[in-house]
């Protein structure tokens, strides 16, 4: 799938596991904009610690019933495409850190294409 390699961006945002948008988890309603708006594909990463704007430290307690967590959404692809979804998002996101860099693809395989 050559017209995936070559030079991309890199979107990345940086929420919590407790963030909601419209009473649901805000980053199962960021993966499914991406989905709606065809992006490339969509990665959800749960940390186990991290510390935000707010300088507290957030990590897994065993203990703890509620778990307040770092999630980073990442995604590769077009940079107008990343900058359309950006647009359709915004709004979405109260609190977090998005960040945009220039990324590489060298290489995309997957099932469908490996024949």
């Known amino acids: 799938m050559k017209r995936f390699l070559g030079k991309k961006k890199i979107l990345r945002i940086y929420i919590d596991n407790n963030d909601k948008y419209r009473g649901e988890a805000l980053w199962e309603a960021i993966l499914k904009r991406s989905k709606e708006l065809s992006m490339s ?15 507290q430290i957030r990590s897994f307690n065993v203990w703890s019933l509620s778990q307040e967590l770092p999630i980073i959404i990442e995604m590769i692809d077009d940079e107008e495409k990343i900058k359309n979804f950006l647009e359709k998002v915004d709004d979405m996101i109260e609190e977090g850190l998005v960040t945009l860099c220039d990324v590489e693809v ?10």
């Open 41 to 55: 594909g969509a990665t959800v990463y749960k940390a186990v610690a991290g510390m935000g704007a707010h300088t």
């Open 106 to 115: 060298i290489s995309y395989k997957h099932e469908g294409n490996n024949r």
